[in-house]
């Protein structure tokens, strides 16, 4: 049954999927109340420049906002910030926050995204991750009393701590990334990409240190298993996310690592997850994909569905990242196992494109700053192609 204008639309996350699918269900028509709580206390904004522009200190943190003043007034809802929920209610759809209150809806969406991993060690002084606006101004202020050229580790070569390490070099410090693993991105786009992509640090004159096995942060300087230390002046902790869901433990809704819903992002008809936190079906498994268009694509298509009744496109995944000077841009979401191959440029010309591939269907493009050749091929997987049709068609050349 789709939305009408007595219904109540409750959203609880104001990040970039909870404030998408307001802007979303507004120009879909829905004219109903939406009351948006959010336990961070600002108005929704973007995260991605949090380890680029916002890092380097190109940006200032209020360019990160997604929601102004008027464009909040124009969506005419009812902002509830600073405040967590703790519980949901599926029978009555009754949310509880943490300052005791209760909101009660017709329909509830759950945006509650991920928060940084932690790692307990003895100082945490120096420690910071970057999720959010809090966590960044906390190192910013901190990096703001370091002298020029100090030595900052990076705890995780993924994609935020390759993307902190890049700021950091651009800011005048000396990053040093400290890897667990024998390469980067090894798990996110596997053995063959990462191989690829490992010297993108050494070419940017960026130290990064792999199969790292780091003991503790104590008295100024990283310990490493086998005893020896890094003395650093900050260390940026970018070694993966949690899902939100505590607040849901007894709400009866299906947690296996995200929120469970289906191809309509349901949980039940009237609860709907989005985002980071949402588990979802994609090519016949369920999944959670941590993506800036994820978020975005996710939003409109519930909003579609609650608001038309209609079922939005098919989704291919897509992400980029930013760094050591370079672009990365995946489309799709090929398992990191899966067949690749490099289909155009080079590493001597400092781009390409690569093709992934599952049984000979292609499953992902990813792209070394090569946008258009990414994009002019995402028609490869609108639909199934087999890679030998990919190779005959070339819509990169
Ligand atoms: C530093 C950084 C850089 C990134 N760069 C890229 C990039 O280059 N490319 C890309 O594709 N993706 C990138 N991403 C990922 C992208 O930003 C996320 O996929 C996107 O923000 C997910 O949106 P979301 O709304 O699901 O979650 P979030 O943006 O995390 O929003 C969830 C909100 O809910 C709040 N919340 C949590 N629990 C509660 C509760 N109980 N009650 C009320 N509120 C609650 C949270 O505090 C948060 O404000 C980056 C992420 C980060 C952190």
Redesign the pocket.
């Known amino acids: 049954m789709t939305l009408t204008s007595t219904d109540h639309v409750v959203v609880?996350?104001?990040?970039?999927?909870?404030?998408r699918f307001i802007e979303s269900l507004r120009r879909d028509g829905y004219e109903g109340k939406i009351t948006l709580?959010?336990?961070?206390p600002y108005a929704?904004y973007?995260?991605?420049p949090?380890?680029?522009q916002v890092l380097s200190g190109k940006w200032e943190i209020d360019k990160t906002v997604l929601a102004s003043d008027e464009a909040l007034k124009n969506a005419n809802i009812t902002s509830i910030f600073g405040?967590?929920?703790?519980s949901l209610d599926v029978t009555s759809h009754t949310v509880t926050l943490d300052n005791g209150e209760t909101i009660s809806g017709t329909h509830i969406v759950i945006?509650?995204?991920?928060?940084?991993r932690k790692i307990p060690f003895s100082d945490q002084s120096l420690v910071h991750t970057?999720?959010?606006r809090k966590d960044i101004e906390g190192l910013n202020a901190l990096l703001a009393t370091v002298p020029d050229g100090a030595t900052v580790a990076v705890i995780g070569g993924g994609?935020?701590g390759a993307?902190a390490a890049t700021a950091l070099k651009a800011r005048g410090l000396t990053p040093v990334v400290l890897e667990a693993l024998q390469r980067p991105l090894i798990g996110a786009l596997g053995d063959q990409a990462s191989q690829w992509l490992l010297a993108l640090a050494t070419n940017a004159e960026v130290e990064l240190r792999t199969s790292q096995v780091i003991r503790d942060v104590i008295d100024g300087s990283v310990v490493f298993a086998d005893g020896s230390s890094l003395e650093v002046a900050a260390v940026v902790l970018g070694v993966g996310a949690e899902v939100?869901t505590?607040?849901l433990q007894s709400s009866g809704l299906v947690l296996d690592g995200g929120v469970v819903v289906d191809e309509h992002l349901l949980a039940t008809p009237t609860i709907g997850a989005?985002?980071?936190?949402a588990k979802f079906p994609f090519k016949g498994e369920l999944t959670r994909i941590?993506?800036?268009?994820?978020?975005t694509d996710h939003a409109a298509a519930l909003s579609l569905h609650w608001a038309k009744g209609e079922k939005a496109p098919d989704m291919v995944p897509?992400?980029?990242?930013?760094q050591y000077g370079k672009k990365i841009q995946m489309l799709g979401h090929p398992h990191p196992s899966d067949d690749v191959v490099k289909v155009a440029g080079s590493d001597e010309e400092g781009r390409w494109l690569a093709l992934y591939s599952r049984g000979g269907v292609v499953t992902g493009i990813l792209s070394l700053s090569q946008p258009r050749w990414l994009m002019v091929s995402k028609v490869l997987l609108d639909e199934e192609t087999t890679l030998t049709r990919a190779m005959e068609l070339q819509p990169w050349a």
């Open positions: 609880v996350g104001a990040g970039l999927a909870g404030w709580i959010g336990d961070e929704p973007d995260r991605p949090l380890s680029k405040v967590s929920a703790t945006a509650t995204g991920t928060r940084a970057i999720r959010n994609f935020i993307e939100n505590e607040w989005l985002g980071d936190v941590e993506h800036w268009q994820v978020a897509y992400f980029w990242s930013d």
